[in-house]
């Protein structure tokens, strides 16, 4: 079992900067994956970034440029620095981790924390 729990997120002016974070229950080293998915309203839950465990990222179309997501082995964390942020990207953004077992992968999510962009 992998427990991940967000940071607080907030309101944020558009064009501000926010830093999220997900603490592990469990070494990320063993996760193969760790990202991060928003959900808007009435929206279906979308990636946002995710960062493998040989550090390869990928990002949305949305988040190139202005999202940078990473991994602290160290502190068990994986983090999400926002910049430039924009009304659109108001939503409920959850940590997910995905953990290979020898009978099969599964995904493990946070609770999500509310992030809104507003003046």
């Known amino acids: 079992q992998v427990q991940l729990v967000e940071s607080v997120g907030g309101l944020v002016q558009p064009g501000g900067s926010l830093r999220l974070s997900c603490a592990s229950s469990v070494d990320i080293k063993s996760i193969y994956q760790l990202g991060w998915y928003r959900q808007g309203p009435g929206n279906v839950r979308r990636p946002v970034a995710t960062i493998r465990n040989t550090g390869g990222t990928d990002y949305a179309k949305s988040a190139e440029g202005r999202f940078t997501i990473t991994r602290d082995n160290a502190k068990n964390t994986v983090n999400l620095q926002m910049n430039s942020l924009k009304p659109e990207d108001t939503a409920v953004y959850f940590c997910?981790?995905?953990?290979?077992?020898?009978?099969?992968?599964?995904?493990?999510w946070g609770k999500g924390t509310q992030i809104t962009v507003s003046s």
């Open positions: 997910n981790a995905g953990v290979s077992y020898t009978s099969g992968s599964k995904n493990y």
